[in-house]
T-cell receptor
Framework: KNEVEQSPQNLTAQEGEFITINCSYSVGISALHWLQQHPGGGIVSLFMLSSGKKKHGRLIATINIQEKHSSLHITASHPRDSAVYICAVGLSLGETSGSRLTFGEGTQLTVNP | NAGVTQTPKFRILKIGQSMTLQCTQDMNHNYMYWYRQDPGMGLKLIYYSVGAGITDKGEVPNGYNVSRSTTEDFPLRLELAAPSQTSVYFC???????WGAGSTDTQYFGPGTRLTVL
């Protein structure tokens, strides 16, 4: 089982729909990231959060530490939102081993006009 | 600012050849990272650096080497290319550790290098 699981793997929506992408993780974390990978391959960081909720424009990210779950919501979706959305968590490797980011496999979102 | 730049954008290597992927950032970031992205898989950390002269292994370091002689540059070296190293490679940087407890920092990614080993 992957340490970070995203669902769904693929999502197709009509323009204007409300989108939810989910991320579950299996270990305690220090921070969670949502990233967007454009069709051309470029990766942009959208959010980093360790508790509660963050909002940027039409994007909202929430995290529930107790349930080890985060969601990324897109309101009033638009074709330009079509991209791969990636969840990544910061995992501790132990006191003497530092920590690292572990990435989910991504959710391919397609928004049709 | 250019942000994080990577060269080359594309490269085809023959098995056993060597090459260096270049990465430069102009944001005075302490932390730099190399990831590989295979189709249908999540990004995997190859190596990272917390500052000039300091590097450490990530999840998948075998077959790669790095150095960090300056704050700006973090080249990734493939010594004996193998087909298993066919992938897209991303360099990233951040001011502090993006995974650290209480950290509010984010990672900035380069455009990627698509490498094929035949």
């Amino acid at each position: 089982k992957n340490e970070v699981e995203q669902s769904p793997q693929n999502l197709t929506a009509q323009e204007g729909e409300f989108i939810t992408i989910n991320c579950s993780y299996s270990v305690g974390i220090s921070a969670l990231h949502w990233l967007q990978q454009h069709p051309g391959g470029g990766i942009v960081s959208l959010f980093m959060l360790s508790s509660g909720k963050k909002k940027h424009g039409r994007l909202i990210a929430t995290i529930n530490i107790q349930e080890k779950h985060s969601s990324l919501h897109i309101t009033a979706s638009h074709p330009r939102d079509s991209a791969v959305y990636i969840c990544a968590v910061g995992l501790s490797l132990g006191e003497t081993s530092g920590s690292r980011l572990t990435f989910g496999e991504g959710t391919q979102l397609t928004v049709n006009p | 600012n250019a942000g994080v730049t990577q060269t080359p954008k594309f490269r085809i290597l023959k098995i056993g050849q060597s090459m260096t992927l270049q990465c430069t950032q102009d944001m005075n970031h302490n932390y730099m990272y190399w990831y590989r992205q295979d189709p249908g898989m999540g990004l995997k950390l190859i190596y990272y650096s917390v500052g000039a002269g300091i590097t450490d292994k990530g999840e998948v370091p075998n077959g790669y080497n790095v150095s960090r002689s300056t704050t700006e540059d973090f080249p990734l070296r493939l010594e004996l290319a193998a087909p298993s190293q066919t992938s897209v490679y991303f360099c990233a940087s951040s001011y502090s550790a993006s995974w650290g407890a209480g950290s509010t920092d984010t990672q900035y990614f380069g455009p990627g290098t698509r490498l094929t080993v035949l």
